[in-house]
């Protein structure tokens, strides 16, 4: 979400972008679903390395705390 705020890109598209659905896209910001490695991969090339998987670990973790 951060990323999106950041850069002013669309939900919708970030999912065209990363070869998405936008309701994937949706999930994963709701943390709903966690990415699959294809779609971490997709999402940190789309984003030039901005955003990558211990982003989305490291989320994770501060939710369980």
Same mark, same amino acid.
């Given at each position: 979400q951060e990323y999106i705020d950041e850069t002013c890109?669309?939900?919708r598209e970030l999912a065209q972008s990363?070869?998405?659905s936008p309701a994937a896209i949706c999930r994963i910001i709701?943390?709903?679903?966690f990415?699959?490695?294809e779609t971490l991969y997709r999402i940190h =090339?789309?984003?030039e390395g901005k955003?990558?998987?211990?982003?989305f670990f490291r989320q994770r973790?501060? =939710?369980m705390d």
């Open positions: 890109i669309t939900q990363c070869c998405l709701k943390w709903q679903r990415p699959s490695p =090339q789309f984003t955003v990558g998987a211990d982003d973790v501060s =939710q």
